[in-house]
């Protein structure tokens, strides 16, 4: 029974998310520079430094779900569906949660180098946080804002393809050239981690037009 | 709160969401069917066109899943759970979501050559979609159809075994007599990924006692 | 629109949680002991008795679990929210279902030997059960042990962060002393199931802070 939609009518929103998922955009926009610092450190010592900053803006995007978590808790009625908000929210973080995840592995991996591949998925990560970002703030009037966020979405499809791309590259390159088995492990790990943090990008996508779609 | 418990008994139920159901079970029999063509293709160009099909059935999937879900937002009255059709219609996806991945591994490692054990894991997962698809329009009359339905499940179970039994015989001969590790390598993960096809058909399977139970 | 919040105040709670959640904290108990177990095992023998015992307290917990939901089913008014009486649920399932991934794969693989950082891992991940299962029975009375469960959360982060020291070292050495690519790879499979089992414990003292601060 869906008693959201017979309130929703005579029951002032919940403005409180939007501050909340425009955080989160940022947090994930300074997560995605320090990942493409990272694919082109020039020291361990440097590459050391971006690890930790990523490390830290997954904490910062952590504390933002989990207060979007909170507020849905005590909200009475929500500018979208609960389920969609939390969606959302949960899927921004996942960005994060593996680009950490890939920070984390070459930091223990200690791979002799990264592929250029790794440094044009990190470009990639960095365009798709931006947009998600852009995409926030426009969330406060989606029903105004339907045709750019649309757009939003389909520019992050396309980068998804564009990564995809790039990570086939990789992988086959490493199972062409690579004679290293051991670096072909690491690697392979790395790439995985950097292309699931693109999918779970799209999937941020996907929630945003299935937002849209409900209020059509 | 539960209203639905509550208001369960004086609203009309909504019954768009078995021909959904019934559709999700079509399209997971014709990825499980192009899955089958891949695992025994003579051909690379054969292979490519079955890969493709498989992304096209994938597509359909998430097609239905979304319209589930769509369906389930607007609904005011539920056959089953909301919780539960939700689960149900995210599992019978994943099932397909994995036989893709799979399939784009295939495509994207090149492996020399797939071992016997993909081909008889590929049957087995046509017969657990085959079986999805026969339960898909027993829901409709789940009180009655409840020996059916659980047989079903019990079916889905014994081939669950055998598959398993088909994935540890791949992966134990991988270890044991390949010997060009890039092909181990690629050949666990391809092994992998159809496996967990398989173990999210027995989810599927999970979901539907959940449903009968709660209707006891 | 959360009716809970209204109605929390005038109907009695569903007690019935309690105790299953209590019993899922012995079964997890039981499962990690026979992890220790299996770590330190001296024949081939007594590993598959203690694989074969993890996989049968797996399938207790799955059925606690399952128990769970079927009582958040018919429960009108929850002691928590319904969402988190769910995520902690899964939560707890979820530590021994990737034990039991990390002994099936140790079941599968064969390594010749097992790193003394898998028997480290297996220690800790009894110390976390063992919190767990304390923290259950004080959830009758939340509000009283709130501190108490804090300080379980507080040793169980601790752990967490000892048990990925010993994950990083195991790692490592594999990739700078295991000259055998296959038994790195089997052995880097076993560590990542361990190391996600104890990422699974700290969900369950992540989601156990929610519900205290949810109290609060």
């Keep these: 029974m869906n008693f959201d939609r017979i309130l929703k009518v005579f029951v002032p929103k919940e403005y409180a998310f939007f501050p909340m998922f425009e955080e989160g955009g940022r947090v994930l926009v300074s997560g995605t520079e320090s990942l493409i610092k990272l694919s082109t450190a020039g020291t361990a010592d440097m590459m050391d430094q971006y ?39 949960t899927r921004i973080d996942d960005v994060l949660d593996n680009i950490n995840t890939a920070a984390q592995r070459i930091k223990l991996y200690k791979p002799k180098k990264l592929p250029q591949e790794v440094a044009e998925v990190a470009k990639i990560l960095f365009q798709l946080g931006s947009l998600i970002n852009k995409a926030m703030p426009e969330l406060r009037h989606a029903d105004k804002h339907r045709e750019s966020i649309y757009r939003i979405c389909e520019e992050i499809h396309e980068l998804e393809k564009k990564a995809d791309h790039y990570y086939s590259l990789g992988i086959s390159a490493l199972f062409e050239n690579e004679k290293d088995i051991a670096e072909l492990i690491k690697l392979k790990d790395i790439l995985a981690s950097l292309e699931k943090a693109v999918n779970k990008a799209e999937d941020v996508a996907d929630t945003l037009r299935t937002l849209l779609i409900k209020m059509a």
Aim: proline share 3%; charged share 35%; aromatic share 10%.
């Design 51 to 89: 690890i930790t900053e990523i490390k830290k803006f997954e904490k910062e995007g952590d504390v933002v779900a989990n207060r979007i978590f909170a507020q849905l808790n005590k909200s009475f009625i929500t500018p979208f569906d609960r389920e969609d908000i939390h969606t959302l929210a």
